[in-house]
């Protein structure tokens, strides 16, 4: 009676009830998640997250090798990576480049040839010259029938292992860089002309195969730099400026080819302008002439039949 009268007191102190408890599960034991069982569950999720132990570099390296920031590619990797994307935008830019040529080689094979200089004429062999466009020296245009099918012709032209059997005037002619199926980059070292009045040079050029319709085939090149053919003391540095070549068939005889020749180029060194004049028609005459011998010699090769080997 007491403890009640002294409750029912308005001077007595008042009694603290125990506050309840929440079961084991659901018990909240941080000051900031003081909220429901769900906030608190999401809270524990974005702690695990936050301090989830982290792939080592070895494995992001694994799972995935063409990320470039992966700390075992070292500096050796970060070049390489550089180097192969210089090579990238150089072939993109070859490539340009020998459209650009194709182009520009088209035109020439389509002028119109009435106002052009005759340089010579010779049995089904003809050669023609103006003033160049594409720098200060003379554009050489050759015309000849070559009695062979178009679609053999075309890659005895510029082939390194068909060019360098038969093209008299070079003594090398090799493939440098394939940049794609129908774009290259080719190295030509020639010999020495006219009893050495003419040393030898050497040529780096973007070769680039066009075909259109009509069964008409280009090749098409023009000088370049290239980091893997610097210039050497030995040889005299010559430029290509737009030149090529075209095979279509002759009017009348598809079996036959109608070849047209254009030539652009700057030997460098100090030449005489007369003997640049004399030479370069002369190297058209040559360059068709001896075409035509390695297509004889390449048809009697395989006109001669096998000796059965002994056993």
């Known amino acids: 009676m007491a403890a009640a009268a002294g ?15 929440l079961p084991p599960q659901t018990r909240v034991r941080s000051w900031t998640q003081r909220a429901d069982v769900r906030q608190h569950s999401c809270s524990s ?14 494995q992001c390296f694994q799972a995935a090798p063409h990320r470039p920031h992966c700390r075992e590619e070292g500096v050796a990797g970060r070049r390489r990576r550089r ?29 119109d040839i009435s106002e052009w200089k005759v340089e010579r004429i010779t049995k089904n062999i003809k050669v023609w010259s103006k003033p160049s466009e594409d720098f200060e020296g003379m ?3 050759a015309e000849a029938l070559v009695e062979t099918p178009p679609d053999k012709l075309f890659p005895f032209l510029y082939l ?7 093209d008299k005037a070079v003594q090398s002619y090799r493939n440098v860089e394939t940049i794609d199926k129908d774009t290259f980059i080719i190295h030509v070292i020639t010999h020495s002309y006219g009893f050495g009045m003419v040393s030898p040079r050497d040529f780096v050029s973007v070769v ?9 085939m280009t090749s098409n090149s023009v000088g370049v730099n290239h980091p893997s053919c610097p210039s050497c003391p030995k040889y005299v540095r010559g430029n290509n400026y737009p030149s090529g070549y075209a095979c279509s068939p002759f009017p009348g005889n598809p079996q036959h080819t109608k070849f047209v020749a254009i030539l652009q180029v700057d030997l460098g060194g100090l030449l005489l302008p007369s003997l640049i004049s004399s030479v370069l028609p002369t190297t058209l005459v ?5 075409c035509k011998a390695g297509l004889r010699l390449r048809a009697r090769r395989r006109s001669v039949p096998l000796k059965p080997t002994s056993v």
């Not at 409750?7 to 408890?21: F, G, I, K, L, N």
């Not at 680039?208 to 008409?216: A, M, N, P, S």
Request: with cysteine.
């Open 7 to 21: 409750r029912d007191c308005a001077c007595a102190p008042p009694v603290s009830q125990p506050s309840p408890q």
């Open 286 to 290: 040559n360059f068709i002439t001896d």
């Open 139 to 141: 554009l050489y245009r």
């Open 208 to 216: 680039h195969i066009k075909k259109y319709d009509g069964d008409l």
């Open 160 to 166: 390194p292992e068909h060019r360098s059997k038969w």
């Open 83 to 111: 180097r192969d994307e210089a090579r990238r935008r150089a072939q993109m830019d070859y490539r340009q480049i020998g459209e650009e040529v194709a182009t520009k080689v088209l035109s020439y094979i389509q002028e």
């Open 45 to 58: 999720l974005n702690y695990k997250f936050r301090h989830a132990p982290r792939a080592k570099a070895s």
